[in-house]
Antibody, heavy 120, light 112 residues
Protein backbone atom coordinates (compact mmCIF):
# COMPACT_ATOMS: atom_id res chain seq x y z
CA UNK A 1 0.00 0.00 0.00
CA UNK A 2 1.48 3.30 -1.14
CA UNK A 3 1.20 6.28 1.18
CA UNK A 4 2.83 9.71 1.32
CA UNK A 5 2.65 12.27 4.09
CA UNK A 6 3.92 15.83 4.22
CA UNK A 7 5.21 17.44 7.37
CA UNK A 8 6.61 20.82 8.29
CA UNK A 9 5.77 24.10 9.96
CA UNK A 10 2.25 25.45 9.61
CA UNK A 11 3.46 29.02 9.97
CA UNK A 12 6.60 30.76 8.78
CA UNK A 13 7.59 34.40 8.64
CA UNK A 14 8.42 36.32 5.52
CA UNK A 15 12.07 36.00 4.43
CA UNK A 16 12.48 32.73 6.36
CA UNK A 17 13.33 29.38 4.78
CA UNK A 18 10.67 26.68 4.65
CA UNK A 19 11.63 23.04 5.02
CA UNK A 20 9.07 20.36 4.21
CA UNK A 21 9.46 16.61 4.46
CA UNK A 22 7.59 13.99 2.48
CA UNK A 23 7.67 10.59 4.18
CA UNK A 24 6.46 7.74 2.04
CA UNK A 25 5.93 4.00 2.18
CA UNK A 26 4.94 1.23 -0.20
CA UNK A 27 7.68 2.03 -2.72
CA UNK A 28 11.35 2.93 -2.76
CA UNK A 29 13.10 5.85 -4.39
CA UNK A 30 16.03 3.57 -5.03
CA UNK A 31 13.86 1.63 -7.46
CA UNK A 32 14.48 2.46 -11.09
CA UNK A 33 12.02 4.85 -12.71
CA UNK A 34 10.55 6.20 -9.49
CA UNK A 35 10.17 9.93 -8.88
CA UNK A 36 8.65 12.13 -6.20
CA UNK A 37 7.39 15.63 -6.87
CA UNK A 38 6.16 18.58 -4.85
CA UNK A 39 3.07 20.51 -5.91
CA UNK A 40 1.40 23.43 -4.17
CA UNK A 41 -2.02 25.04 -4.17
CA UNK A 42 -2.75 28.52 -2.81
CA UNK A 43 -6.15 28.76 -1.11
CA UNK A 44 -8.90 28.70 -3.73
CA UNK A 45 -6.42 28.55 -6.60
CA UNK A 46 -5.03 26.03 -9.04
CA UNK A 47 -2.28 23.46 -8.63
CA UNK A 48 1.33 24.45 -9.33
CA UNK A 49 4.14 21.97 -9.87
CA UNK A 50 7.34 22.82 -7.98
CA UNK A 51 10.07 20.20 -8.18
CA UNK A 52 10.91 16.56 -8.74
CA UNK A 53 13.65 14.16 -7.69
CA UNK A 54 14.40 10.85 -9.36
CA UNK A 55 15.62 7.46 -8.23
CA UNK A 56 19.08 8.32 -9.66
CA UNK A 57 19.11 11.70 -7.84
CA UNK A 58 18.33 13.69 -10.96
CA UNK A 59 16.42 16.87 -10.08
CA UNK A 60 14.23 19.36 -11.91
CA UNK A 61 12.62 22.60 -10.75
CA UNK A 62 9.87 25.02 -11.62
CA UNK A 63 11.25 27.67 -13.94
CA UNK A 64 9.91 30.57 -11.91
CA UNK A 65 10.99 29.19 -8.51
CA UNK A 66 14.20 27.33 -9.23
CA UNK A 67 16.45 29.90 -7.57
CA UNK A 68 14.58 29.39 -4.30
CA UNK A 69 14.03 25.62 -4.28
CA UNK A 70 16.18 22.67 -3.30
CA UNK A 71 14.95 19.09 -3.34
CA UNK A 72 16.80 16.15 -1.81
CA UNK A 73 16.16 12.59 -0.72
CA UNK A 74 17.11 10.21 2.03
CA UNK A 75 16.49 6.79 0.56
CA UNK A 76 17.19 4.97 3.82
CA UNK A 77 14.42 6.94 5.54
CA UNK A 78 12.04 6.98 2.56
CA UNK A 79 11.95 10.75 2.69
CA UNK A 80 12.10 13.64 0.25
CA UNK A 81 12.86 17.13 1.55
CA UNK A 82 11.97 20.42 -0.12
CA UNK A 83 13.44 23.71 0.99
CA UNK A 84 12.16 27.06 -0.22
CA UNK A 85 14.10 30.18 0.68
CA UNK A 86 12.98 33.77 1.16
CA UNK A 87 9.33 32.95 1.86
CA UNK A 88 6.67 35.54 1.06
CA UNK A 89 2.96 35.75 1.93
CA UNK A 90 2.16 34.80 -1.69
CA UNK A 91 3.75 31.42 -0.93
CA UNK A 92 0.90 30.63 1.44
CA UNK A 93 -0.47 27.35 0.12
CA UNK A 94 -1.15 23.70 0.74
CA UNK A 95 1.96 21.78 -0.24
CA UNK A 96 1.59 18.24 -1.56
CA UNK A 97 4.04 15.52 -2.45
CA UNK A 98 3.09 12.89 -5.00
CA UNK A 99 4.62 9.90 -6.75
CA UNK A 100 5.56 9.49 -10.38
CA UNK A 101 6.50 6.30 -12.19
CA UNK A 102 8.35 6.93 -15.42
CA UNK A 103 6.31 5.86 -18.39
CA UNK A 104 3.69 8.53 -17.99
CA UNK A 105 2.28 7.42 -14.65
CA UNK A 106 2.12 10.78 -13.04
CA UNK A 107 0.77 11.40 -9.54
CA UNK A 108 -1.07 8.15 -8.96
CA UNK A 109 -0.63 8.70 -5.21
CA UNK A 110 -0.71 11.99 -3.28
CA UNK A 111 -0.09 12.99 0.28
CA UNK A 112 -2.81 14.68 2.30
CA UNK A 113 -1.08 18.04 1.95
CA UNK A 114 0.18 20.47 4.55
CA UNK A 115 -0.99 24.07 4.77
CA UNK A 116 1.79 26.59 5.16
CA UNK A 117 0.91 30.16 6.02
CA UNK A 118 3.48 32.90 5.56
CA UNK A 119 3.05 35.91 7.81
CA UNK A 120 4.41 39.33 7.02
CA UNK B 1 6.61 26.40 -20.62
CA UNK B 2 3.40 24.79 -21.90
CA UNK B 3 0.24 26.69 -21.02
CA UNK B 4 -2.86 24.59 -20.28
CA UNK B 5 -6.19 26.34 -20.77
CA UNK B 6 -9.39 24.81 -19.42
CA UNK B 7 -12.97 25.76 -20.14
CA UNK B 8 -15.42 26.43 -18.78
CA UNK B 9 -14.31 27.84 -15.44
CA UNK B 10 -17.61 26.87 -13.86
CA UNK B 11 -19.92 24.04 -14.92
CA UNK B 12 -23.39 23.79 -13.36
CA UNK B 13 -24.96 20.46 -14.27
CA UNK B 14 -28.25 18.77 -13.46
CA UNK B 15 -27.95 15.33 -11.87
CA UNK B 16 -28.06 12.61 -14.50
CA UNK B 17 -27.08 14.96 -17.30
CA UNK B 18 -23.78 14.82 -19.21
CA UNK B 19 -20.87 17.19 -18.68
CA UNK B 20 -17.86 18.08 -20.78
CA UNK B 21 -14.64 19.91 -19.93
CA UNK B 22 -12.17 21.17 -22.49
CA UNK B 23 -8.42 21.42 -22.07
CA UNK B 24 -6.12 22.97 -24.63
CA UNK B 25 -2.33 23.09 -24.60
CA UNK B 26 -0.11 25.77 -26.12
CA UNK B 27 1.93 23.11 -27.91
CA UNK B 28 1.54 19.52 -28.92
CA UNK B 29 1.60 16.98 -26.10
CA UNK B 30 2.80 14.12 -28.29
CA UNK B 31 6.07 12.87 -26.85
CA UNK B 32 8.96 11.42 -28.85
CA UNK B 33 7.89 7.91 -27.79
CA UNK B 34 4.52 8.42 -29.49
CA UNK B 35 2.56 8.72 -26.26
CA UNK B 36 0.52 11.76 -25.23
CA UNK B 37 0.87 12.55 -21.55
CA UNK B 38 -2.37 14.31 -20.74
CA UNK B 39 -3.80 13.60 -17.30
CA UNK B 40 -7.08 14.51 -15.58
CA UNK B 41 -7.54 14.95 -11.83
CA UNK B 42 -10.58 15.49 -9.63
CA UNK B 43 -10.35 17.38 -6.37
CA UNK B 44 -13.16 17.47 -3.84
CA UNK B 45 -13.22 20.30 -1.28
CA UNK B 46 -10.68 19.74 1.46
CA UNK B 47 -9.15 16.71 -0.27
CA UNK B 48 -6.04 15.96 -2.26
CA UNK B 49 -6.42 15.63 -6.03
CA UNK B 50 -7.22 12.18 -7.32
CA UNK B 51 -6.09 11.01 -10.74
CA UNK B 52 -8.94 9.93 -13.01
CA UNK B 53 -7.41 9.56 -16.45
CA UNK B 54 -3.82 9.18 -17.72
CA UNK B 55 -2.38 9.22 -21.24
CA UNK B 56 -5.51 10.96 -22.57
CA UNK B 57 -8.00 8.15 -22.21
CA UNK B 58 -6.88 5.50 -19.70
CA UNK B 59 -9.15 5.36 -16.66
CA UNK B 60 -7.55 4.69 -13.32
CA UNK B 61 -8.62 1.71 -11.26
CA UNK B 62 -11.88 2.41 -9.44
CA UNK B 63 -12.88 5.32 -11.67
CA UNK B 64 -16.47 4.85 -12.88
CA UNK B 65 -16.89 4.23 -16.58
CA UNK B 66 -19.11 7.30 -16.87
CA UNK B 67 -15.80 9.21 -17.04
CA UNK B 68 -14.02 9.24 -20.37
CA UNK B 69 -11.10 11.15 -21.83
CA UNK B 70 -10.39 11.89 -25.45
CA UNK B 71 -8.40 14.15 -27.72
CA UNK B 72 -5.06 14.49 -29.42
CA UNK B 73 -2.27 16.94 -30.09
CA UNK B 74 -3.35 20.10 -28.29
CA UNK B 75 -7.07 19.58 -27.77
CA UNK B 76 -8.52 17.31 -25.08
CA UNK B 77 -11.85 16.63 -23.43
CA UNK B 78 -13.09 15.00 -20.25
CA UNK B 79 -16.67 13.78 -20.41
CA UNK B 80 -19.01 12.57 -17.72
CA UNK B 81 -21.90 10.67 -19.27
CA UNK B 82 -24.30 11.12 -16.35
CA UNK B 83 -23.30 13.40 -13.50
CA UNK B 84 -23.76 12.10 -9.97
CA UNK B 85 -23.63 14.05 -6.71
CA UNK B 86 -20.16 12.70 -5.85
CA UNK B 87 -18.73 14.27 -9.02
CA UNK B 88 -18.80 17.81 -7.61
CA UNK B 89 -15.48 19.52 -7.15
CA UNK B 90 -12.73 20.89 -9.35
CA UNK B 91 -11.29 19.10 -12.35
CA UNK B 92 -7.74 19.78 -13.53
CA UNK B 93 -5.91 18.72 -16.63
CA UNK B 94 -2.12 18.43 -16.56
CA UNK B 95 0.49 17.82 -19.20
CA UNK B 96 3.37 15.46 -18.51
CA UNK B 97 5.08 15.63 -21.90
CA UNK B 98 7.21 18.72 -21.37
CA UNK B 99 9.11 19.76 -18.24
CA UNK B 100 8.21 21.73 -16.24
CA UNK B 101 4.84 20.05 -15.72
CA UNK B 102 1.90 22.40 -15.98
CA UNK B 103 -1.72 22.27 -14.86
CA UNK B 104 -4.83 23.87 -16.23
CA UNK B 105 -6.61 26.47 -14.15
CA UNK B 106 -9.40 24.10 -13.13
CA UNK B 107 -13.10 23.67 -13.85
CA UNK B 108 -15.52 23.72 -10.94
CA UNK B 109 -18.42 21.34 -11.39
CA UNK B 110 -21.51 21.97 -9.30
CA UNK B 111 -25.00 20.54 -9.23
CA UNK B 112 -27.77 22.83 -10.44
Amino acid sequence: QVTLKESGPALVKATQTLTLTCTFSGFSLSTSKMRVSWIRQPPGKALEWLARIDWDDDKFYSTSLKTRLTISKDTSKNQVVLTMTNMDPVDTATYYCARIKIGGYYFDYWGQGTLVTVSS
Amino acid sequence: EVVMTQSPLSLPVTLGQPASISCRSSQSLVYSDGNTYLIWFHQRPGQSPRRLIYKVSNRDSGVPDRFSGSGSGTDFTLKISRVEAEDVGVYYCMQGTHWPLTFGGGTKLEIK
